[in-house]
């Protein structure tokens, strides 16, 4: 096999969260909106012709950007600001290798998505790891808090709730990082908190590279960087319609950024990435946004509830803005998060967990329906007594 | 834009074949099949369910590969032999990434598909050019040819005219080029001529770095390069669902090679390249052979029929095994090629011209329907009298 690239035979390669075919698993390992898409995503794909499938698809997407600008834009966007790709993942891949050549850096902080070294690795690029500063709690600090309030706890207990909670901290001076490229995202994953809008603001002027904010997350949190994109020439924003539009199935993302910039982005992807029926799922998904809200909305009310739940067995998280959690095993407990994780996947919950450094005390637990979330509690609480 | 690197700055990128929005235009210049897909996949895509756009797809696109192996392998292949791709085209962009690192060599035939020289400017790697050895009929070598003789002429005479006409044939010593991948199209695009098998045999035999064949037109031709598989580690072939299957709207290609090369390549894919409805939709065209064979057939016909009524008219062209013909203007046309296209395009016919070396004079015409193909006819005739 030497007729490939060292650097492709050594890696790993990027490992997938399980996709169970066994339809009674509660699957909260993957971060999918637990709610369908909305029912027009289902009449746009019934009303493909044949006609459509036979012939090459629009090279750019155009319908979805004509409807993303219009939507997403207050006014400030066209069409050419917008790009679809097969995915969020595309855009990483595809950004990469835009901005890196092979032993360029590609920055990017951890812990966060574990496709940016997999994507580094296979470009031949230096992968430069920023840690995120995490303030883990005391140990019990949890103790003093008030018990669970379940559904009805109001938002302000369970923010001085968060007072106790484990904050990240962007690095200081990451501005200043030499690399061609810089990934951040935001909220973050695993961990679903936000970085500040004025501190990625600072880095969008001052770091000499390209910034992609990943905002694959972005529909659960209370704001966006879009703002940045008309200021900077050097931002991309990443989004996908996988998570908030419940369309992980479909593979459709896409790039908000200049119009400048995405011309020259746009020749390093494939010259048809977007399939039609991918165009047309994607553009009637957008299209409603009020079905799309009211996902993002009870998905938001239940990661309050189970934040809450989990907070009252001793678990620690910090605060999340997206759809999950990721959860610190209670320092009284007797199973560790990895046999957490076991436990609960016998008992037909699926959740995620890395043995990497400084995550592998904690599982990544995505929100789920109400009914969902509460046997997943029920099962936790039996396996920690 | 001095963040993005300067070989994507300085590359044009790919230029898609026209995709007009007007029906009524007659389309015959991206090479899609005139045919619609099978109606099995129109049953397929209608009965996706909500609930598979809203979790993740099978990452590896398994439901097709069974399918794939068990109807082309005749026993000699494992769904492990067979890998999904987001059309033919991320295949060739991941290959080409696979075994080339910067700087490093990537060889293919010129004239050939017009994206191999863009995807390898974009890995920043040399391109080496390799010239088909083209020998053009001698002017007017046309005249001894019996005329057209229509729709039943029998494929003997058919095939005594190819003797008067261009003949492509690959350079000696191919098998040497020094170059980590070699990607040769067969049936060549834009041409369509077939290299024979045993020179394919041996190339893989010697030829030191990964061989790519871009099977993309194999459908339209007599054999393929497939039994090469099982006995050449380094030999990867290309397949998609656009030409053959009528499936150009929905992005859905796959590579044939052993199991041991594929894991590799497959850590340079995207994680999850293919969608639920493509996976579905491209099971169900691959399954249903009856249904896409007829096109075949329908369309080999068309060609014969086309090829014969434009030798009439005085245009050459080498013997075609895929589904376009690539037709040199006749030495006493008034009209050049590129006058040939724009007249054409004025009339509501889209053919392919290109403005490149060696391809000039010539016009690459995609078979189309029997009443497609007439109206083209006629409209030449009109044109070159």
Redesign the interface.
């Known amino acids: ?1 030497s ?3 060292p650097n ?2 050594t ?1 790993a ?2 490992i ?2 399980e ?1 169970p075919t066994d ?1 009674t698993v509660i ?1 909260l390992n ?1 971060n ?6 909305s029912p027009k ?2 009449d746009a ?2 009303s ?1 012709t ?10 750019s997407g155009q319908p979805f950007r004509e409807a993303a600008a219009k939507i997403l834009g207050g006014g400030n966007l066209t069409p050419d600001h917008i790009l679809p790709f ?2 969020g ?2 855009l990483l ?1 595809v950004a990469i ?6 032993h360029d850096s590609v920055a990017f902080l951890e812990p966060s998505y574990s ?1 940016y070294p ?1 994507l580094t690795e ?3 690029s230096n992968a430069l790891r920023l840690p995120y500063t995490i303030n883990e709690p005391l140990p019990n600090a949890n103790c003093q808090l008030p018990i669970d309030r379940g559904h009805d706890a109001p938002q302000s207990a369970i923010g001085n709730r968060q007072s106790a909670m484990p904050a990240w901290r962007l690095p200081d001076n990451i501005e200043s990082t030499p690399a ?1 490229i810089l990934l951040i995202v935001n909220p973050n994953a695993p961990s679903g908190h936000l970085d500040p809008l004025d501190k990625l603001s600072h880095i969008a002027q001052n770091f ?3 910034l992609v904010i990943d905002e694959a997350y972005v529909d659960f949190a209370p704001t966006s960087a879009i703002s940045l994109v008309q200021k900077h ?2 931002v991309i924003l990443l989004r996908t319609m ?1 998570k908030g539009y ?6 459709f993302g896409y790039a908000i950024a200049q119009p ?2 995405l011309k ?5 992807r ?9 165009i047309a ?1 994607a553009t009637a998904a957008i299209s409603d946004q009020a079905y799309a809200k009211s996902t993002w909305e009870r998905v938001i009310a239940e990661r309050t509830r189970v934040a809450g739940a989990l907070q009252a067995m001793g678990f620690s998280m910090p605060d999340s803005h997206s759809n999950f959690l990721l959860a610190t095993t209670p320092p009284t407990a007797k199973l560790s998060a990895q046999q957490l994780y076991e436990s609960l996947k016998s008992r037909g919950i699926l959740v995620r967990w890395w043995n990497l450094p400084r995550i592998s005390d904690k599982i990544r637990i995505t929100i789920g329906t109400p009914d969902q979330n509460t046997r997943l509690l029920t099962e936790l609480k039996s396996l920690l007594q």
Do not use: C
């Not at 290798?97 to 092979?102: G, K, Y």
């Not at 419940?246 to 593979?251: E, F, I, K, N, Q």
């Not at 020259?264 to 390093?268: A, T």
């Open positions: 096999m007729i490939l690239r492709v035979l890696s390669g990027y997938p969260g996709q339809p699957k993957t999918e909106n637990p709610y369908p898409p995503v289902m794909i019934r493909i044949p006609e459509q499938l036979r012939k090459y698809p629009s090279p097969n995915g993942d595309e891949s290798r835009a901005a890196a050549s092979e496709l997999v296979m470009n031949g061609k000499k590279g390209l020439p050097n996988s419940s369309l992980a199935g479909l593979r400048a910039l020259q982005i746009e020749k390093v494939d010259s048809y990435p977007v399939d039609a029926i991918a799922a």
